[in-house]
């Protein structure tokens, strides 16, 4: 069964940084790009970035929202996928999901049961 | 930037079939991927390009996609259909884009 867990969020002050992990198990994390979404509370799904498996460069993007602040990242021998979050704001406050997706323009699944920050004073 | 546009809310009888619209230019060119997503839960993906079930997805959904325009069917719609959904597409190699979702509800 292929699970996605997130780990690492919490209450966060502002201009602070936070790494969210994405752990998983039960296929061959190797062969998947990995991505981040959040959702702020009572709002729609937006994407934050992803990196794509080492067949296809391991390269990353991310939305301009986050671009330059927050790193996402890879350990295939553990797979992990990892969200490095630098200069938080208020308006990162979200459920922040990981997925797996194999390429680009394929879809999404499963989701983690996600992870919630709060950036808050 | 591609943007797609979604009805805030759509209501449907129990029993009937429900549509959910998803706009955007010459949408009918991409692949369109929907996804439910229950209060309190992570969403799930209920169609893969444009009309292709996971499995474990009851076949009484289904999808579609012209034009400007990509359609999700509920069909026989059961009171626990009601979620918010998500219709998605890659803007291009480097990004995703999601419509703004859904509420159905099931009278």
């Known amino acids: 069964e292929v699970q996605l867990v997130e780990s690492g969020g919490g209450l966060v002050k502002p201009g602070r940084s936070l790494r969210l992990s994405c752990t998983t198990s039960g296929f061959t994390f190797g062969d998947y790009g990995m991505s981040w979404f959040r959702q702020a509370p009572g709002k729609g799904l937006e994407w934050v970035g992803f990196i794509r498996s080492r067949p296809y460069g391991g390269t990353t993007d991310y939305a301009a929202s986050v671009k330059d602040r927050f790193t996402i990242s890879r350990d295939d021998s553990k797979s992990i996928a990892y969200l490095q979050m630098n200069s938080l704001k208020t308006e990162d406050t979200a459920v922040y999901y990981c997925?797996?997706?194999?390429?680009?323009?394929?879809?999404?699944?499963?989701w983690g049961q996600g992870t919630l920050v709060t950036v808050s004073s | 930037s591609y943007e797609l546009t979604q009805p805030l809310s759509v209501s449907v009888a129990l029993g009937q079939t429900a549509r959910i619209t998803c706009g955007g230019d010459n949408i009918g060119s991409k692949n369109v991927h929907w996804y439910q997503q229950k209060p309190g839960q992570a969403p799930v993906l209920v169609i893969y390009?444009?009309?292709n079930r996971p499995s474990g997805i009851p076949e009484r959904f289904s999808g579609s996609n012209s034009g400007n325009t990509a359609t999700l069917t509920i069909s026989r719609a059961q009171a626990g259909d009601e979620a918010d959904y998500y219709c998605q597409v890659w803007d291009s190699s480097t990004s995703v884009v999601f419509g703004g979702g859904t509420k159905l509800t099931v009278l």
């Open positions: 390009r444009d009309s």
């Open positions: 997925t797996k997706y194999i390429s680009w323009p394929n879809w999404f699944d499963p």
